[in-house]
């Protein structure tokens, strides 16, 4: 039983702390220790097959992240689970080798490349060296192992960005992200620094290693009239890539270099390509033609040389594909056992029952309802890992409040006060939540690429967008259901490329929204309600200060609506009111009309003298009474608990199976039913 224990409980560390773009991808495997030539050696095995070993090289031998920790945590034999490195993902692993001390903890070497890096970094299954995963590619030069290192000469580090496994324990070193960052340059000077790369002779360069003069005009490529047309597939392909940069653009580039290996462009037809190739896809840094050349030559050893022209590709097809579209409008089906595989589980849950990672979530409301409190209050619970609302459970994560209504000093006088509020110490929120106020620089959806561009993938769990309507295009109608659908199409592509769910808050139509469906609730077009995957609405309660949470959900059961009740600066649940209590229209017509009218000011008193006298009366039968007076349902019965409580009416029993009615005199006693106890117990 104490096995089994600590496999589960490794399990749920490496579930937990893993990053989620690791465990998106099919690369896993489990591995135990076993004797190699007298030596303990962590040996991988296919997750999908008992004790079949894996191959680092071989990605028929790898399975999911859930099947290895399925195997893991049920197979006894096997002593953990670990991430392959490939050519396909844009990954690179750092292996620091006893650089801890087991006694003390503490780092006897190394600690400096931990922090230049300042990525995921986790402590190796031996508790003497430590793993840091990166987004990078090691430089072609570069050797994998360095030995002799630390003050006793016992340290090793080992980097690799393909053809290796990670054993990965979910152990984060303390005061290290859980995110992995873009850390190419990082990576380049540790690889320089230990193995210098070799001068570059002036013959090996066809260009001059300067940066090019600024070009006029783009550049054109001809198709070429012979069978050598290698630059210009070459180019196409280029254009048809779906690459994100992170920070300098350097992964894009090494992508595109890849494309020239793989077309088996020399180094003058690289060159060329690549300009013509950034002159319509810009990169965010510019690059002299040594960095291209040297780019090239990192794509090399990932790459087959000329394996687009050994593919064959009809060159009619690219161009075609470049005057009517992109890969991506090629069919991309999967059979349904692909599909299982590639997708074996939903995402993992950020606000459980309402909303997973990658998700798009509105909250509608009707204007100065109070949704942005809500929200605010919402991204504290995500921000701490707390219970929002007090129901729904949360997984921590940093959450990104993008406000184009608020200053920034009214955004720092609100956090504090929902913290107060809600018993949150503010140093819970110092990194964990940020707000950025675009009030006056305002951007709309589409133009803010760029700025998500540059936000680090996986970063933030959730970005809010407050309010939602201030980011739609100023040339776009509300009410186009075919406008919106590509304006929730971008939010899509933003939330997969940050691993990101977005929380879109926007406004109601006017008037009651008492009788309408909850995915009917919201202004503008439908496409908003149908594009997202969770639609959550506030409606007006019958009650005042009171609204009714619902949702319609795409990956979770059905959700019960609850109610809200506001009590500055929050909204709590209030379990007293009934959910199905909607506002109705006419009653608000009433009120309009008898806006002048005084209002009763109910107090305990005044609502015993009017409803409850000496004689026994049903509990229903004064609230009903009430009601047609004027108050709602949740008023009287607040009055009649407060009535009761101070003795100014008493609660009469007649048996289990009856129900209890009250009174301004007590209860006489067993038998003594009569008027005259009743007058005496009343003191008449």
């Given at each position: 039983?104490?096995?089994?224990?600590?496999?589960?409980?490794?399990?749920?560390?490496?579930?937990?702390?893993?990053?989620?773009?690791?465990?998106?991808?099919?690369?896993?495997?489990?591995?135990?220790?076993?004797?190699?030539?007298?030596?303990?050696?962590?040996?991988?095995?296919?997750?999908?097959?008992?004790?079949?070993?894996?191959?680092?090289?071989?990605?028929?031998?790898?399975?999911?992240?859930?099947?290895?920790?399925?195997?893991?945590?049920?197979?006894?034999?096997?002593?953990?689970?670990?991430?392959?490195?490939?050519?396909?993902?844009?990954?690179?692993?750092?292996?620091?080798?006893?650089?801890?001390?087991?006694?003390?903890?503490?780092?006897?070497?190394?600690?400096?490349?931990?922090?230049?890096?300042?990525?995921?970094?986790?402590?190796?299954?031996?508790?003497?060296?430590?793993?840091?995963?990166?987004?990078?590619?090691?430089?072609?030069?570069?050797?994998?192992?360095?030995?002799?290192?630390?003050?006793?000469?016992?340290?090793?580090?080992?980097?690799?960005?393909?053809?290796?496994?990670?054993?990965?324990?979910?152990?984060?070193?303390?005061?290290?992200?859980?995110?992995?960052?873009?850390?190419?340059?990082?990576?380049?000077?540790?690889?320089?620094?230990?193995?210098?790369?070799?001068?570059?002779?002036?013959?090996?360069?066809?260009?001059?290693?300067?940066?090019?003069?600024?070009?006029?005009?783009?550049?054109?490529?001809?198709?070429?009239?012979?069978?050598?047309?290698?630059?210009?597939?070459?180019?196409?392909?280029?254009?048809a890539m779906d690459v994100q940069d992170h920070n300098d653009g350097s992964f894009r580039l090494f992508t595109a270099a890849c494309r020239c290996v793989e077309h088996n462009l020399?180094?003058?037809?690289?060159?060329?390509?690549?300009?013509?190739?950034?002159?319509?896809?810009?990169?965010?840094?510019?690059?002299?033609?040594?960095?291209?050349?040297?780019?090239?030559?990192?794509?090399?050893?990932?790459?087959?040389?000329?394996?687009a022209i050994k593919d064959d590709v009809d060159i009619g097809q690219v161009v075609r594909g470049l005057l009517t579209g992109t890969d991506d409008d090629a069919p991309q089906y999967?059979?349904?056992?692909?599909?299982?595989?590639?997708?074996?589980?939903?995402?993992?849950?950020?606000?459980?029952?309402?909303?997973?990672?990658?998700?798009?979530?509105?909250?509608?409301?009707?204007?100065?309802?109070?949704?942005?409190?809500?929200?605010?209050?919402?991204?504290?619970?995500?921000?701490?890992?707390?219970?929002?609302?007090?129901?729904?459970?949360?997984?921590?994560?940093?959450?990104?409040?993008?406000?184009?209504?608020?200053?920034?000093?009214?955004?720092?006088?609100?956090?504090?006060?929902?913290?107060?509020?809600?018993?949150?110490?503010?140093?819970?929120?110092?990194?964990?939540?940020?707000?950025?106020?675009?009030?006056?620089?305002?951007?709309?959806?589409?133009?803010?690429?760029?700025?998500?561009?540059?936000?680090?993938?996986?970063?933030?769990?959730?970005?809010?967008?407050?309010?939602?309507?201030?980011?739609?295009?100023?040339?776009?109608?509300?009410?186009?259901?075919?406008?919106?659908?590509?304006?929730?199409?971008?939010?899509?592509?933003?939330?997969?490329?940050?691993?990101?769910?977005?929380?879109?808050?926007?406004?109601?139509?006017?008037?009651?929204?008492?009788?309408?469906?909850?995915?009917?609730?919201?202004?503008?077009?439908?496409?908003?309600?149908?594009?997202?995957?969770?639609?959550?609405?506030?409606?007006?309660?019958?009650?005042?200060?009171?609204?009714?949470?619902?949702?319609?959900?795409?990956?979770?059961?059905?959700?019960?609506?609850?109610?809200?009740?506001?009590?500055?600066?929050?909204?709590?649940?209030?379990?007293?009111?009934?959910?199905?209590?909607?506002?109705?229209?006419?009653?608000?017509?009433?009120?309009?009309?008898?806006?002048?009218?005084?209002?009763?000011?109910?107090?305990?008193?005044?609502?015993?003298?009017?409803?409850?006298?000496?004689?026994?009366?049903?509990?229903?039968?004064?609230?009903?009474?009430?009601?047609?007076?004027?108050?709602?349902?949740?008023?009287?019965?607040?009055?009649?608990?407060?009535?009761?409580?101070?003795?100014?009416?008493?609660?009469?029993?007649?048996?289990?199976?009856?129900?209890?009615?009250?009174?301004?005199?007590?209860?006489?006693?067993?038998?003594?039913?009569?008027?005259?106890?009743?007058?005496?117990?009343?003191?008449?």
């Open positions: 039983m104490v096995a089994i224990g600590k496999y589960i409980d490794d399990a749920i560390q490496i579930v937990e702390n893993t990053p989620a773009v690791l465990r998106s991808l099919p690369q896993w495997v489990c591995w135990r220790h076993e004797a190699v030539n007298g030596r303990q050696t962590k040996i991988p095995y296919d997750p999908k097959q008992p004790m079949a070993k894996a191959k680092s090289n071989d990605p028929a031998t790898w399975g999911t992240f859930e099947q290895a920790i399925e195997r893991y945590r049920k197979d006894g034999r096997f002593s953990g689970v670990g991430f392959t490195l490939s050519s396909d993902d844009p990954f690179a692993g750092i292996d620091l080798d006893d650089c801890i001390d087991p006694l003390t903890g503490e780092f006897t070497w190394g600690r400096d490349i931990v922090e230049q890096f300042g990525s995921y970094t986790e402590i190796s299954p031996s508790g003497r060296g430590v793993k840091i995963f990166v987004r990078g590619r090691k430089p072609a030069h570069a050797r994998s192992v360095v030995r002799d290192l630390g003050p006793d000469g016992t340290g090793e580090m080992e980097v690799y960005d393909v053809h290796r496994y990670f054993a990965v324990t979910g152990r984060m070193l303390p005061d290290t992200p859980k995110a992995i960052k873009d850390c190419q340059a990082e990576l380049t000077a540790l690889c320089d620094r230990h193995w210098p790369p070799p001068a570059l002779d002036a013959s090996d360069v066809v260009v001059a290693a300067t940066p090019p003069a600024p070009i006029d005009k783009p550049v054109e490529v001809q198709t070429p009239n012979t069978a050598d047309n290698r630059l210009f597939r070459c180019l196409a392909t280029m254009l020399s180094d003058h037809e690289a060159c060329v390509c690549l300009r013509a190739y950034a002159l319509q896809r810009p990169f965010p840094n510019g690059f002299t033609d040594q960095e291209l050349l040297k780019r090239v030559r990192d794509a090399e050893r990932t790459t087959q040389r000329g394996k999967l059979t349904i056992g692909q599909m299982l595989h590639r997708y074996p589980a939903l995402r993992p849950p950020i606000i459980h029952g309402l909303l997973r990672e990658g998700e798009t979530m509105n909250v509608i409301a009707a204007p100065k309802t109070g949704k942005s409190w809500l929200v605010t209050d919402l991204a504290m619970a995500v921000a701490t890992g707390r219970k929002w609302l007090g129901i729904y459970e949360t997984e921590p994560g940093r959450v990104l409040i993008l406000d184009n209504e608020l200053h920034g000093e009214t955004s720092a006088d609100r956090v504090p006060r929902v913290a107060t509020a809600r018993g949150v110490d503010l140093s819970q929120l110092a990194d964990m939540l940020c707000v950025e106020n675009l009030r006056g620089r305002l951007k709309d959806i589409f133009n803010l690429r760029p700025y998500f561009a540059r936000l680090e993938p996986g970063k933030f769990k959730i970005i809010v967008m407050d309010a939602f309507y201030r980011f739609i295009p100023p040339d776009t109608d509300e009410n186009d259901n075919g406008k919106m659908a590509q304006v929730y199409n971008a939010i899509d592509s933003y939330a997969r490329d940050l691993g990101a769910a977005f929380i879109l808050i926007h406004h109601s139509t006017k008037g009651s929204q008492s009788g309408k469906s909850i995915t009917d609730v919201g202004a503008g077009a439908g496409a908003q309600s149908r594009a997202c995957d969770t639609h959550l609405i506030l409606r007006e309660h019958d009650e005042k200060n009171a609204v009714v949470l619902d949702a319609a959900v795409r990956s979770w059961p059905p959700v019960d609506p609850i109610c809200l009740q506001w009590s500055y600066p929050l909204w709590n649940p209030a379990s007293d009111l009934d959910p199905t209590d909607l506002a109705k229209p006419s009653r608000n017509r009433k009120k309009r009309v008898d806006a002048d009218a005084p209002r009763i000011q109910w107090t305990p008193e005044r609502f015993v003298n009017q409803f409850i006298g000496r004689e026994p009366k049903l509990r229903d039968q004064v609230l009903l009474e009430a009601k047609a007076d004027g108050m709602s349902e949740a008023e009287a019965r607040r009055m009649l608990g407060a009535a009761e409580g101070t003795g100014m009416v008493h609660r009469w029993t007649f048996g289990a199976n009856q129900k209890v009615q009250f009174a301004t005199v007590a209860q006489p006693a067993a038998g003594d039913k009569s008027d005259d106890a009743i007058a005496e117990h009343a003191g008449g």
